[in-house]
């Protein structure tokens, strides 16, 4: 679903650089390829929406919509060609580590790609999930189907195989089971969680898990008519529990009868382990920069199972991209000054089943000995994960609202950066959001691990308000303000998202911001003391 499509009209000016550089011939042969497209934007087509000052960054200035779409497209045809999905494990997948791994090889100069793999556990449901309850005395058997419109419940990807011997007393876990606290009389017990909340499944797997709970039945929270049947939710890979998803009669029946009973349940589920599977992530880096400064930029590779997923997230992999071959080849100018710190760009893979790909590598830095590959040799992660959502957001995450386990060193840095893209959407005279930095998509694992983190997103499946609106039209105008009370995200995880679920205009925007903010850091002169104000951590 295309919501206002906002096609501006642009005058692109190709200087080429090798007609004024005539003289460094060497570098110019390697820039062949590095042609650099300048783009002066005539204030009268930037003005039909906004009233926009310079970009203030060379690196945001190269960055064009066409550039970013061109991948998109790609993405869009793999996906057409791969039963229209990229996740993990399918083809399209695949598809999607070959492309960004032989354009870069093939297009741009000046940039070491490498890959590595690692791999991730597959399993197959091996007979019908079975689910019995027991209330007072009257059992019922609940019904399974794998249309699930019919069916009472449906077991969770990644969930374990059990076979309950016994019934296992249910206890409602209260509100969304977001919260530790609600959580804390759970031991021993099978968990009913109503899906919604600020929370994932997966980071209510988490919890449960570190509750000591026998097992998890989510349930369908009954919210509007498509929340009634049970759906297909995922916990990380690495869960450890046995769980279900009831449809929302059957799961608000047993929790109303919790409150008047004892419930218990019997559990079956049977999975056949159909061993591993490798998944790759790619990164490549700048030869440029000392390599024990490096600032990592990163997206994600893969998409849902249920779609092809082109804002969710091609559209962060294509931005990836695009940086990464501008910067490649504003190198091979001799007017831009590189960096001193190396760039790392990467594409995670399995983000989808819960950041599997940027988790392995943050690990594999954990233990690295060898400079470059050290934890401790990465400043900075920026992350870029949903960058044109149709009803789109500017949003900046908000360090403030960093995870509570976050260590403190990597604070002050992430609120600066928080800042640094803050002021520099509103020198534009764009409109701006804060987003919450919950750790739940790849830069997680590196702020965890006491690495200062940062970004911009569009956003997924929260609301546009009526007030955030009128705040976009009175800056970006009515064109581009998008809908109050619709999701950012319309197909957010669903087979719509595809090429046209991108908002062209507030994507390239954001890719200027992310373009700039990458610029910004690059040419700092300590980026270190300014990110680390208070010393790095143990690492
Ligand atoms: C598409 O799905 C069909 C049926 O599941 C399968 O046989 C085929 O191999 C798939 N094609 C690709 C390219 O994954
Ligand atoms: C994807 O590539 C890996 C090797 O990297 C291979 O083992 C696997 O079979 C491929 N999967 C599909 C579905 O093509
Ligand atoms: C519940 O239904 C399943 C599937 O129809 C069946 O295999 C199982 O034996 C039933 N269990 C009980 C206790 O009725
Ligand atoms: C899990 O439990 C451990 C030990 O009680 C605690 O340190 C940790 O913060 C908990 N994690 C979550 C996500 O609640
Ligand atoms: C559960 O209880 C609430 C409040 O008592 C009631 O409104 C609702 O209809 C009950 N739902 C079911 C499925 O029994
Ligand atoms: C189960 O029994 C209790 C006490 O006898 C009664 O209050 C309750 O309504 C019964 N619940 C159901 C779901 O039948
Ligand atoms: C930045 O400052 C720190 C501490 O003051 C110093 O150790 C480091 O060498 C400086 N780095 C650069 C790139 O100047
Ligand atoms: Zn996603």
Redesign the pocket.
């Known amino acids: 679903m295309a919501v206002g499509d906002a096609t501006i009209k642009r005058i692109f000016i190709l200087i080429c650089i090798i007609g004024l550089f005539g003289i460094a011939t060497l570098a110019l042969a390697a820039a062949t390829l590095g042609t650099l497209h300048k783009r002066f934007d005539s204030i009268i087509s930037k003005t039909t929406t906004t009233n926009r000052p310079n970009l203030k960054s060379t690196l945001a200035e190269t960055i064009r919509i066409e550039d970013l779409m061109g991948h998109l497209r790609q993405l869009q045809r793999i996906a057409d060609e791969s039963n229209g999905t990229r996740a993990i494990?399918?083809?399209g997948f695949?598809q999607t580590v070959d492309y960004i791994e032989k354009y870069l090889n093939e297009h741009v100069t000046g940039l070491k790609v490498m890959r590595e793999?690692f791999q991730v556990r597959n399993f197959d449901i091996a007979s019908d999930p079975i689910l019995l309850s027991s209330i007072n005395e009257t059992i019922k058997n609940y019904t399974y189907s794998k249309i699930l419109a019919r069916s009472d419940f449906t077991y969770v990807t990644y969930s374990t195989s059990a076979n309950f011997p016994d019934y296992v007393r249910v206890i409602n876990i209260p509100n969304f089971g977001c919260l530790a606290s609600e959580w804390e009389n759970a031991a021993g017990f099978v968990a009913l969680v109503k899906a919604g909340g600020k929370c994932t499944y997966a980071e209510k797997g988490i919890l449960a898990r570190n509750n000591s709970v026998r097992a998890i039945l989510f349930y369908n929270n009954g919210e509007t008519s498509a929340n009634l049947a049970p759906i297909i939710a995922r916990l990380r890979h690495t869960n450890e529990l046995p769980a279900l998803y009831l449809s929302y009669a059957a799961g608000q029946t047993l929790a109303n009868a919790t409150f008047l009973t004892s419930v218990t349940v019997k559990i079956s589920i049977e999975l056949q382990d159909l061993g591993t599977?490798?998944v790759?992530n790619i990164c490549a880096d700048t030869i440029e920069g000392s390599n024990t400064e490096t600032i990592v930029v990163g997206s994600h590779s893969d998409s849902v199972p249920a779609g092809p997923g082109i804002n969710d997230n091609g559209s962060g992999t294509a931005a990836n991209l695009v940086l990464a071959t501008n910067l490649a080849r504003l190198y091979q100018t001799t007017s831009y000054t590189k960096y001193k710190y190396r760039v790392r760009f990467c594409w995670w893979g399995a983000e989808e089943i819960g950041l599997a790909g940027s988790s392995y590598h943050v690990q594999k830095a954990k233990n690295a000995i060898t400079p470059g590959e050290r934890l401790s040799d990465y400043l900075i992660n920026l992350n870029f994960d949903m960058a044109g959502s149709p009803n789109f957001i500017f949003g900046i995450y908000d360090a403030n609202t960093a995870p509570s386990e976050t260590p403190v060193q990597a604070l002050p840095g992430s609120r600066k950066v928080t800042e640094l893209y803050r002021d520099w959407l509103i020198g534009q005279n764009l409109p701006w959001d804060y987003r919450d930095f919950n750790g739940r998509s790849d830069y997680g694992p590196f702020l965890e691990a006491c690495v200062v983190a940062g970004g911009v997103a569009t956003g997924s499946d929260a609301i546009k308000t009526a007030v955030q609106r009128e705040k976009y039209r009175n800056s970006v105008g009515d064109n581009n303000a998008g809908f109050a009370g619709a999701i950012l995200d319309p197909c957010y995880h669903l087979p719509c998202d595809t090429i046209a679920n991108i908002h062209k205009f507030g994507y390239e925007n954001l890719i200027q911001a992310a373009a700039f903010g990458l610029e910004h850091l690059g040419q700092h002169s300590n980026l270190s003391q300014w990110l680390y104000p208070t010393g790095r951590c143990y690492i």
Do not use: S, Y
Request: no cysteine; proline share 12%.
């Open positions: 494990n399918t083809r695949n793999t599977f490798p790759d």
